[in-house]
């Protein structure tokens, strides 16, 4: 019994007989502002400690070697699909014309509707049997080594395609002036093709794989050819008469994330006036994502400005939509996490017990400030 009643000592919360209670209006007031304020922090919490929250930190980005994705989805309503050329390159010195592997292009009417949609270099009508190498046509169970027409650079080397035809050309820097007389060309159908899409546009999607360098990768009509005159002399275009007017429907480098922007989306520019290249400058900042399960995805974020260059001085630059790119040597790590179970009681703890001291604390200087002034009202009646 006696350590029954020295436990009973150290009692902390001394019990007061109900009889000694005096409740006021003023603390059934404080009692409940404060018991909404405890219930608004408390719901505050849970929400809190449900959803996750994100951590940032800034690193020094020393990764080497990355290759880059690079997603767009761009319309062109002024530029036919055949005409226009997705090209690549960088400061390494890695340089490709005419991509199309990996990129869908859209065929739009003046309004803008999809008349055809087809993979860049896939479609196109074939006559005739394909004309060899040696000048006689291809026989069964030949195969196939069509001419460069001039332009190879082994004698063993074969043109297959009109693009192959064109890219030989390329290489030896020549033009193609007059590509009615390519067996390729004639048979894919490819003179008839820019005919038949004058007036259309264009909507071009997919991505490039790219080296994790600075550089460009560029929009322009033409083929990416560094001479394309023979579309002049079929169709009477001038380069300066290239409207580039475009809308950007996306543009992002690597994977999506939760949360991310990307700034170019739903851009539009239309072209007035004067022939020239609209150029962005785009700082690309590496970016770790961590979801809450630990699963990591390495992408990126950036930021853009943007700049319309008049093609001024001879020979005039052709006209095109230009990204420029660069890397920021930061890279952004985030990582979402949710509040520990411990944190979150914790913070429960200290909202109700806070609020509760607080409270009295205010209840009792009303009371007593609320009793004195009584007293003294009632000293002053006597007197």
Avoid at 143 to 160: H, I, L, R, V
Wanted: glycine share 10%.
């Amino acid at each position: 019994m006696e350590i029954l009643g020295k436990l009973r000592n150290l009692d902390a919360y001394p019990k007061v007989n109900e009889d000694f209670y005096s409740r006021t209006l003023s603390g059934g007031f404080i009692t409940i502002l404060s018991s909404i304020a405890i219930l608004f922090l408390f719901l505050s919490e849970i929400r809190l400690y449900i959803y996750s929250s994100k951590e940032t930190k800034l690193v020094v980005d020393t990764s080497r070697g990355d290759r880059l994705r690079i997603n767009f989805d761009v319309t062109f309503p002024h530029i036919a699909c055949s005409l226009l050329a997705v090209d690549t390159m960088d400061v390494s010195g890695e340089q490709h014309y005419d991509i199309r592997h990996d990129i869908v292009k859209k065929r739009l009417d003046h309004i803008g509707n999809t008349i055809d949609s087809r993979k860049d270099g896939v479609g196109g009508p074939k006559i005739e049997r394909p004309l060899q190498k040696h000048g006689g046509r291809l026989d069964h169970n030949e195969k196939y080594c069509g001419s460069c027409y001039g332009a190879e650079e082994t004698d063993d080397q074969c043109c297959n395609s009109c693009d192959e035809v064109r890219d030989a050309y390329r290489k030896k820097g020549w033009g193609l002036t007059n590509p009615d007389v390519i067996d390729q060309c004639k048979r894919e159908g490819f003179v008839q093709r820019v005919k038949d899409e004058q007036g259309e546009g264009c909507n071009v999607h997919g991505f490039v794989d790219v080296n994790k360098v600075a550089g460009n990768f560029h929009f322009a009509p033409g083929k990416g050819l560094p001479q394309f005159n023979f579309l002049q002399d079929l169709f009477n275009i001038q380069a300066e008469h290239y409207n580039i007017t475009h809308k950007i429907n996306k543009v992002s480098f690597g994977r999506d994330f939760p949360g991310v922007i990307n700034p170019l989306d739903g851009v539009e520019w239309t072209h007035k006036g004067e022939s020239g290249i609209y150029q962005y400058f785009i700082k690309v900042v590496p970016t770790i994502y961590t979801d809450i399960t630990g699963r990591k995805i390495h992408s990126n974020q950036f930021s853009v400005t943007e700049h319309f260059r008049e093609a001024i001085g001879y020979p005039k630059p052709a006209p095109g939509v230009y990204f420029f790119y660069e890397f920021s040597p930061i890279k952004v790590v985030l990582t979402e996490e949710n509040t520990s179970l411990l944190h979150f009681l914790t913070n429960l703890c200290a909202i109700i017990g806070g609020i509760f001291t607080v409270a009295g604390i205010i209840d009792s200087f009303v009371y007593h400030g609320h009793k004195a002034i009584k007293k003294k009202m009632e000293i002053g009646k006597l007197r």
